[in-house]
Every structure is written in C-alpha cells, then in structure tokens.
C-alpha cells in the first residue's frame, strides 16, 4: 500500500483511510474483522457473567440455605429481598439463574464466539475474500444480537425476575410461572430470543453466501481448510433449526399474552384452580419444536470447535490432517443426521415406544460421523513432531474432553438406560464435557491460535501454560464428580442440592455420599473461576504488550489467513490471493521450506 | 496507469451485480434463497403445529371464515404476484416509467389484501361468545357493535350497562332452530358468566389462525415497506447500476412470490378444509 506506484491511488487509500469516523470504524462497522473483534469480546463478556451466575448457585447447592458471602449483600441490593433475603439464594432466583446461566452459554457466548466471532473473523480470510458478501447485514447482525442481549440481561432487574423455567422454557410451567405479570422474564426471555434468532439468521445467510460466492480463485471446494467446512455445516444448522423455534416462541409468547393455549392442554390445574383457557393444546408439541432447534444446536456448539482443532492439529504436527475428505464428509452426514435426533431428548415424555425407538436409532447412527471426525483427529497425531505451544495444548486437551462427553452420551441415547438417567446429574456432566472442557476448551485455542494474527503480538506461553493446566484439573473436578451423583440418581434440578434426600435415609442411601461431593465440585468450580484470572490478564496485557511476531505468519501455516499484513487491513489482502493447492502441505518432501501456502504457485 | 500494481483498496466486494461464472448467480439471489429456505422451515413448523393441534382435538371449528372473501385476497395476492414480475420485465426493457406503473400496482394489492385481511380480523372482534349462569351457551353479537368486549371490561367501565342486547347466530343447516333465533336477546350482565369474542383466545382454532395469518400479513407488510423504497427511491440506484437495481426488483419478486405461496396454503387450511 505504502508502494503504491502512483500517487493518485495513493491518494485514494488516504481519503478512504480519513472518511471513516470512530463510530464507523469501531462500533458501527462493517468491515468482518471488526465485527468479528465485536462478537469476540461480547460473547466472552456474557460468559463471563454465565459462569458469575452458576458459581453464586454452586453456593447454594454446598451451603443450601446459608447466606452467600460476598456476593449475598449484593444480591439484596440490586435484586430486591424478594430474591436475596438476607443474602440467602430464594428457590425463584435459584430457578433464574439456572435459566439464564443456559439460555446466556449456549444463545449469547458460546455460539456467538464460535458462529459469530471466529466465522467472521477468519472464513472470509480463510477463502481468500475481501469481506463477507453481505456487510452491511453482517453489521446488523452483530446489533440485533447485541439488543437482544440487552434484553436478556434486562429480565434479571423486571420485577418477578428473569426467566425460571429452565433454558428449554417447557410449558406448560413456562406459562404459569409467572401468572399473575403480564410482562414476566419469561416474556422478555422470548422477545431476546427472537432478537437472536434473528441475529443467527443474518449470520448464517452471511456466511453460506460468501463461502459459496467469495472463494479465492482456485479456491476449488476440497481445497477449504476445514475450518471453513465446519462453519458452513454450521450455517446451515442455524439457517434451518432455529426457525421452528422461533414458531414456538411466537406460540408461546401468544401463551403469555394473548391467552391462546397453544402449549395448555384441557383441565390444567394451576395452584389448585382451574385455568381460565380454552385449553386443547400440546405440551409435547413445544418439546418437539424446541428440541427441532436444540438438538441440531449441540452441533452448532461442537463442529467449528473441531474446525478450529483441526486446523491447530494440523499446524502443529507439522503434517496435511488425517482424512481430509473423510473429516468434509462426515461433517456433512453429521449436520444432516442431526435434524432426524431430537427426540432422544424425550424418552420419558410418553411420546411412545415406537417413536423411542425410531430417535434411538438415529441418535446411535449420527455417533458414527462424530466419531470419525474425532479419529481422523486423534489419528492426525500419528507421526507428527508435535510442537506443544499453549493453542496445541487446548486443542490436544480437547480430544480426550470431548470424547468423554460424547462416549457418556451413549447411555442418554438408548432408551432404556436413559429412564434411569434422564434428568439426573450424569446428564448435567455428560453435556457439560461436550461443551465446556470440549467447545470452551478448542476456543481458548482458537484464541490462543489466532491472537498474534489479530494483534500483531503473541500471548504470553508461560501463563497460557497455567490456564491450561489448572483449567483442565478444575474442568474436571467439577464434572467428572456429577457422573457419580447422577448415576446414584440425584436429580438435577434440586434447589438445596439434594438434602432432601436425608429425609428418606434407606431409600437412598448411596445418595448421602454422592451429595456430599457437592461440595468438593462448588470448590472447583470456584477455583477454576480464579484459572481463568491469567487468561484475562494475559488477553488485555498482550494487547499492548506481548511480544512482537516478526512476521505476518509467525506460525508457519499454510492457509490463506496468515498470508495478509498483520493485522489484516480493510480488504484483506494486498493483492487478489489465487489458490494452487490444498489447505494442509506440511512437511513434503523436496520443498524448501516445511510449508507451502495455499497461494503459493508451483 | 499500470494496472497490475493497483491494489484493490476501493474493496468491492465481487458478484454483487453480474454472477459469479462457476455458480451462475449473483450474491443476492443465494442470499435471498437461503433466507426463502430459512421462512420455509418457519411457516412449516407452524403448519406443522397445525395438523398436530387438530388431530389431537375432539372437534375442530369450521365455517367461522368467509371462503368468498378469502378467494377474493387470493387473487388479489395471485394478481400483486403477476404485476412484480412486470415491473421486472419493464426493468430488463429499459423502461423506469413502466416499472414504476407496475410496482405500483403490487404496492397497492398488497395494500387491498390487508385492507380486506383487517377488515375480517375486525370482524372476529366483534363476534362474541356468551355464557350464562345457568349454562346456556350463545355466540353472536351484540348491539352496536363493540371491539373485544369481555366481561371484566364491561364491569370496569365508567357507565357500565345492567344489560346487553344480543343477536344470536342464525343456526347451522341441519341443526334444530332454538327459539332464540331471530330476535334480540337481553342479557342481564350479572346472569353472565363468560363473556369473549372470537381472539385468538376462544379455541386453539382461532390461535393458530392469528398466528399464522398474524405473521403472514407481518410478511406481506414488510414486502410493501420493502417496494415501497424502490418505487420512491430506486432511481437513484437505477441511475448508477442498472444492473444491481434490476437484480434487487427480482430477489423482492422472489420474496413476493414467497409470501403468496404461504397464502396459497393458509386459504385452504384455514378457510376450506
């Protein structure tokens, strides 16, 4: 740019330089890796606040009934004696927080940081692409995402409080929790979701679109880094599975505010009185249209983190990915079995043997893809001489995680041991390894990863090294502790922690040791709060003061992100990037050097 | 001007005008299918919704809507998607007068279409269901017409009325004439023990009715909004890229077509069936 051989377009790049204000360049931009930076600190803002909420119930689940320290006063004050009395965790709040702790991982933080930021932010660079196809959406995108959070974090100050009815909002609870406000959190819980749904649906438009439109030339579809097949799998999920759940929140909020009983059946007692509706409605059918969504959405959470280990994997070991077409493939059979699953998250609703063995079926056919992406990973380590920086590290870490939660899956999945099963802690720890030591873990990667391209410096190794090691020990100490409880049988949703269960001492007698790890399991989750206090300080410290990279590849990768200035400028790259080869030429015999760029001609 | 050195700061963004080669489209078109695909799942999970409400419940309602005035916004919706596609036609002609003339037209049907969609929304608002306290159970009208009266409204209001004069619905064919028929009713208010028009509210019928006519004219109002600009303001995008304006009429026509295909099957679920 600053060679420029005439001072006319040099003169260009100046005015265009100039005409963009802050608040263009900034806040209202349109320019992907802004908004991807945007999405980025958002999503790892919200959770935040996801684990500030869990941590204050794990309080009460190893204390019940004891004032919170700290905390507790707080409470009081900003949320009112109705919830915090005394400090104490009110069962009302208990049942708000375990809500808006899943609605704010999964909708606000988890997604939007591997859909939204890392999307935004690397596919377009990955193909070789100026911008996403659609910028200005793209820009829309993050805001309505952004109100919609807004109302979200709204709901805790209404009065009555946020949404308690758990993140599925199963009616008919969802209805009648809050019958006597018309305005209550579950309202403004489905107002936010519709703001989101919206913000997913830009999103992904935004991104299939540009992978099909905007690839590189020569940018042929098997010469994509897997990343960016993950994020289009990805897309096409939230394209498609989102919309049926905002169908039933429209239904739903006609529920709350227009009296129809779309979720009511006939003869509904609430508090021992009759509801005044016209009743005829299917509770089951909101359980059918919200798992439509929620399933597919477990592979929202899932694919673009083992897009980001892939590519990690593959940089690291310094050798082209295991199975390449294969990883392509089953990803594609996993995103299009997942809409066929959803039902194995009902087993026990009554729905009828016939359709459980149907969801049983399936849910046993999509672990065949899930479990050839994972070997093909696991089997990319084969011979490689592997460099254990800090992203390489998460990302190894991620393997043994996330199989741990998807080899606990399969007891959910069979019908008949899930009747013991379902419900209790085991589930509780059987998806939190899929998506906290697993998809949490492979983004810390990808931050880790990723930083010195966005940054131009490099975090610090030693203390990335220590989040690593002391959050893999807490991760664990905290959900490995709830198989136990849960195959002993203890509920999940028990707002004293199970200390109910003394009351029936013979009955359950391996209960009174599995409630006693609760303890050990709120210490953990309290220490890996603490674990994560050098990520942050490395984050914002790195900013300004990590150490330089020396080049714009420090790294030595081969996809086309890392072949821009550093950091990339508006555009992208300096001049139109042409593709000669696949994603992954690591360590081939009789190159110069042990990487050859996707842009680099023969 | 050597121009293999220009680096392409101006940043445009490629294919927003002329397709790309390999896909044979441009942006927009996979842009706006893809979101096509996305409102499918969405008005399908809610006829979905549908066929699992009315096979689960004991008796379905039907004749509450008028299948004439339906047919009639039918072909008002068929004609407004036939006068989008001329305006596009006029684009490709090169002729702006001709497409504003057309794209007139599809503003104004959309308008009669909800014009004749409120009309009979209007209409359920002033249906009323009546329960008495000894059990008789009536629907009709009442005199003067009022907009979704209830009961407790009526007891809240300033010059509340002891009583209401009623008119009862003629019966269905094959069904016994109850006296009542035929003359005006009056109701004492405290003898009545429900008191509801035809919302949403009154049966699961009527709810997924609202809902998905609801969001159909959502969609219809929002397709106006959206034509309405390029009637008024499209010169200017006319004037700088024929091509790029052409191509926006046509994904808005794509988007029209959608919105009518979902009329197409809301009248026969709704009115017919």
Do not use: C
């Not at chain 1, 010469?223 to 169908?247: G, I, K, S």
């Not at chain 1, 420090?554 to 890392?562: G, S, Y």
Request: no cysteine.
């Amino acid at each position: 740019m600053q060679t420029a051989a005439t001072a006319g377009i040099h003169e260009t790049a100046h005015h265009d330089h100039h005409e963009l204000s802050f608040v263009r360049k900034y806040i209202f931009s349109t320019d992907h890796k802004v908004v991807g930076i945007q999405y980025g600190i958002t999503a790892l803002l919200f959770m935040f606040l996801g684990y500030g909420l869990m941590a204050l119930m794990r309080w009460q689940l190893a204390y019940p009934g004891k004032p919170i320290p700290v905390f507790g006063d707080l409470l009081l004050k900003v949320l009112g004696p109705d919830m915090a009395t005394g400090g104490i965790m009110s069962p009302d709040l208990y049942n708000s927080f375990g809500a808006m702790h899943g609605t704010i991982m999964i909708f606000l933080a988890v997604v939007p940081l591997a859909a939204g930021a890392f999307a935004n932010y690397l596919v377009p660079l990955q193909i070789g692409a100026p911008d996403m196809a659609f910028p200005k959406l793209n820009m829309m995108s993050y805001w309505v995402y952004f109100v919609g959070g807004a109302i979200m974090l709204a709901s805790f100050f209404i009065p009555g409080g946020a949404a308690k009815s758990g993140w599925t909002s199963y009616s008919p609870l969802a209805t009648v929790a809050d019958l006597a406000r018309q305005i209550d959190g579950q309202t403004m819980w489905l107002l936010g979701m519709v703001f989101l749904i919206t913000s997913s649906l830009l999103g992904s438009v935004n991104i299939i679109t540009t992978i099909i439109q905007l690839r590189a030339p020569g940018m042929n579809w098997m010469r994509l880094p897997f990343f960016v097949w993950a994020q289009l799998v990805t897309a096409f999920l939230l394209l498609l599975a989102f919309p049926p759940l905002e169908a039933a929140g429209i239904m739903q909020l006609m529920d709350n505010l227009f009296g129809t009983s779309f979720f009511l059946p006939t003869g509904l007692v609430v508090g021992g009185q009759m509801l005044e509706v016209s009743g005829g409605g299917s509770p089951l059918l909101w359980q059918h249209l919200f798992w439509f969504l929620a399933h597919p959405e477990v592979y929202v959470l899932i694919l673009p983190a083992m897009g980001i280990v892939a590519e990690i994997i593959a940089n690291n070991t310094r050798k082209q990915i295991f199975g390449y077409k294969s990883l392509v493939y089953a990803s594609m059979a996993l995103g299009f079995i997942s809409f066929l699953v959803w039902a194995h998250h009902m087993y026990l609703t009554g729905m009828g043997t016939k359709i459980s063995t149907f969801f049983q079926t399936t849910t046993m056919i999509i672990s065949i893809p899930s479990v050839i992406i994972l070997t093909s990973l696991f089997l990319s380590l084969w011979g490689g001489s592997i460099r254990f920086n800090t992203p390489m590290l998460f990302a190894l870490a991620f393997l043994p995680m996330f199989g741990i939660g998807g080899l606990t899956g399969l007891p959910l999945g069979f019908s008949a041991t899930d009747i013991h099963l379902h419900d209790t802690y085991y589930v509780i720890g059987h998806f939190h390894y899929v998506v906290a030591p697993g998809t949490i873990f492979a983004l810390f990667a990808g931050v880790y990863y990723w930083f010195p391209k966005i940054t131009g410096r490099t975090m610090n190794e030693f203390w990335g090294k220590v989040h690593f090691v002391l959050s893999l020990i807490f991760m664990n100490l905290i959900f490995m502790p709830m198989f136990i409880q849960g195959l002993e049988g203890m509920h999940r949703r028990m707002y004293d922690g199970g200390a109910a269960y003394s009351a029936a001492p013979d009955l359950a007698h391996g209960l009174a040791t599995a409630i006693k790890l609760n303890v050990g399991i709120s210490h953990a989750a309290w220490l890996l709060g603490l674990a994560q206090v050098p990520f942050i300080i490395n984050f914002f410290w790195s900013i300004r003061n990590g150490r330089k990279v020396e080049s714009d590849n420090p790294w030595q990768a081969t996809t086309l992100e890392w072949q821009t200035p550093t950091p990339p400028p508006h555009g992208n790259f300096t001049r139109p990037p042409v593709v000669h080869r696949g994603p992954y030429e690591y360590s081939l015999p009789g190159r110069p050097q042990d990487f050859t760029p996707q842009n680099q001609p023969d | 001007m050597p121009a293999a050195a220009i680096p392409p700061l101006d940043m445009e963004i490629p294919y927003t005008a002329e397709a790309r080669p390999d896909t044979g489209v441009y942006n927009a078109k996979i842009g706006l299918w893809l979101f096509l695909a996305s409102e499918v799942m969405l008005f399908g999970a809610l006829f979905s919704s549908y066929i699992l409400l009315r096979v689960g419940s004991p008796e379905w309602p039907q004749g509450l809507l008028s299948v004439p005035i339906g047919a009639l916004n039918t072909f008002v919706l068929i004609g407004s998607s036939i006068t989008v596609v001329m305006s596009w036609l006029a684009l490709k002609g090169n002729d702006f007068g001709k497409f504003k003339l057309y794209m007139g037209s599809t503003i104004l049907l959309a308008l009669l279409f909800i014009s004749i969609k409120s009309f009979e929304y209007h209409d359920k608002f002033t249906h009323y269901f009546v329960k008495l306290k000894d059990g008789t159970e009536l629907t009709g009208h009442i005199e003067g017409r009022p907009f979704n009266w209830s009961l407790a409204k009526l007891k809240a209001s300033a010059n509340a009325p002891r009583e209401i004069a009623f008119h009862p619905d003629a019966p269905k064919q094959g069904e016994p004439v109850p006296d009542s028929t035929h003359q005006t009713l009056r109701l004492p208010v405290e003898q009545i023990a429900k008191l509801e028009s035809f919302g949403p509210w009154r049966n699961t019928y009527l709810a997924i009715y609202f809902t998905l006519s609801g969001l159909h004219a959502l969609h219809v109002v929002g397709g106006i909004v959206v034509m309405l600009y390029h009637w008024g303001a499209g010169h200017r995008l006319w004037r700088k890229s024929r091509e790029q304006f052409t191509n926006r009429v046509e994904v808005t026509g794509l988007y029209w077509h959608f919105v009518e295909l979902v009329w197409i099957f809301l009248f026969p679920v709704m009115y017919i069936l």
